[in-house]
């Protein structure tokens, strides 16, 4: 059930997931384009999620996006008012780092990732919620795959020390798997999709970076059902849970909306096995303890194993 509404209310909105935000002159979507997808909003019954660029709006942008209950998706800039979830680069690795009180949202390539294990360790106890977002996720080798799981080692031994003190910081990478018992995927075109600021309506905000030609009906999405859990042969019988299940990833790599790259599966299995390490480590001994069981598996890749399903 269609559930969020995502309205981009500039073309320089700042991205806060996989897909870059390839526009760099300033669009601000029109106050009619914004009233309608509001209504729209309002009588589907969706949360709308407003994402922003980097500048002020102007006065009645803002006295119409406070006509109703929202969430706000904001870029982190110097002086910038606090917002639900608050999207990171690399940058704020080096500096002080701001106490962020909603979600905050870390966007690296592999290889800031990877250089930067230590001061993702020094910032992650000072966030209720990190989300590490790997922009190029899709080009892991097997020799980087090696990094990234010792990566999250690193930042797994750094959770355990605050789970052992008592404190309990989000990671999506690590900590969602142990707190899941049932699929959390992104579920756009599914759950939620994207108001752009041409005042058309997207699967989500990267299909419109990507091709503003690719637009839906957001009453009439095509082929639905593909983008659905039920309808993803590999996806359906997984239980790396945490994983996004990205349908632009998937249509990027294998053409498919409902087929994830090789490279997807085992970086979400790679994460489910750091995640079942970290809960076996803390067991018995962390003051907050989950309820899920993961299961060893003997296989990283599920397209392995798939005649054994
Ligand atoms: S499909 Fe979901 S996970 Fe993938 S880029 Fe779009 S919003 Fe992000």
Same mark, same amino acid.
């Given at each position: 059930?269609?559930? $969020?509404?995502?309205?981009?209310?500039?073309?320089?909105?700042?991205? $806060?997931?996989?897909?870059?935000?390839?526009?760099?002159?300033?669009?601000?979507?029109?106050?009619?384009?914004?009233?309608?997808?509001?209504?729209?909003?309002?009588?589907?019954?969706?949360?709308?999620?407003?994402? $922003?660029?980097?500048?002020?709006?102007?006065?009645?942008?803002?006295?119409?996006?406070?006509?109703?209950?929202?969430?706000?998706?904001?870029?982190?800039?110097?002086?910038?008012?606090?917002?639900?979830?608050?999207?990171?680069?690399?940058?704020?690795?080096?500096?002080?780092?701001?106490?962020?009180?909603?979600?905050?949202?870390?966007?690296?390539?592999?290889? /800031?990732?990877?250089?930067?294990?230590?001061?993702?360790?020094?910032?992650?106890?000072?966030?209720?919620?990190?989300?590490?977002?790997?922009?190029?996720? /899709?080009?892991?080798?097997?020799?980087?795959?090696?990094?990234?799981?010792?990566?999250?080692?690193?930042?797994?031994?750094?959770?355990?020390?605050?789970?052992?003190?008592?404190?309990?910081?989000?990671?999506?990478?690590?900590?969602?798997?142990?707190?899941?018992?049932?699929?959390?995927?992104?579920?756009?075109?599914?759950?939620?999709?994207?108001?752009?600021?041409?005042?058309?309506?997207?699967?989500?905000?990267?299909?419109?970076?990507?091709?503003?030609?690719?637009?839906?009906?957001?009453?009439?999405?095509?082929?639905?059902?593909?983008?659905?859990?039920?309808?993803?042969?590999?996806?359906?019988?997984?239980?790396?849970?945490?994983?996004?299940?990205?349908?632009?990833?998937?249509?990027?790599?294998?053409? /498919?909306?409902?087929?994830?790259?090789?490279?997807?599966?085992?970086?979400?299995?790679?994460?489910?096995?750091?995640?079942?390490?970290?809960?076996?480590?803390?067991?018995?001994?962390?003051?907050?303890?989950?309820?899920?069981?993961?299961?060893?598996?003997?296989?990283?890749?599920?397209?392995?194993?798939?005649?054994?399903?």
């Amino acid at each position: 059930m269609m559930q $969020y509404l995502v309205i981009l209310l500039d073309d320089t909105s700042v991205s $806060y997931c996989h897909c870059d935000n390839p526009h760099k002159e300033r669009r601000l979507i029109c106050l009619d384009d914004l009233r309608a997808g509001i209504l729209y909003a309002m009588k589907q019954n969706l949360m709308i999620q407003f994402v $922003y660029p980097d500048y002020e709006l102007p006065q009645e942008y803002i006295d119409l996006i406070d006509t109703i209950d929202h969430h706000d998706i904001r870029g982190w800039y110097a002086g910038e008012a606090p917002a639900d979830v608050t999207v990171f680069d690399k940058s704020v690795l080096a500096g002080e780092t701001p106490v962020s009180q909603g979600v905050a949202v870390l966007r690296l390539t592999k290889a /800031e990732l990877f250089e930067n294990v230590e001061a993702i360790g020094k910032i992650l106890p000072k966030m209720q919620r990190l989300n590490i977002v790997v922009t190029d996720i /899709e080009t892991i080798t097997d020799e980087e795959l090696k990094s990234y799981a010792a990566v999250l080692e690193g930042l797994a031994s750094v959770l355990k020390d605050e789970y052992l003190a008592g404190r309990m910081p989000q990671l999506n990478l690590l900590t969602d798997r142990m707190m899941l018992d049932r699929p959390n995927h992104c579920n756009a075109g599914v759950e939620n999709i994207t108001l752009a600021p041409n005042g058309k309506y997207y699967l989500c905000p990267a299909f419109y970076y990507s091709n503003p030609d690719d637009s839906i009906d957001p009453q009439d999405i095509r082929n639905q059902q593909l983008l659905r859990l039920d309808h993803a042969p590999l996806c359906r019988h997984c239980d790396a849970y945490q994983c996004r299940r990205c349908i632009w990833l998937n249509r990027k790599t294998t053409l /498919e909306v409902n087929t994830p790259s090789r490279e997807q599966c085992i970086v979400a299995h790679t994460e489910r096995e750091a995640s079942r390490r970290l809960l076996a480590a803390i067991r018995e001994q962390a003051v907050f303890i989950p309820e899920v069981e993961i299961k060893e598996l003997n296989y990283n890749d599920p397209f392995e194993v798939r005649k054994e399903w």
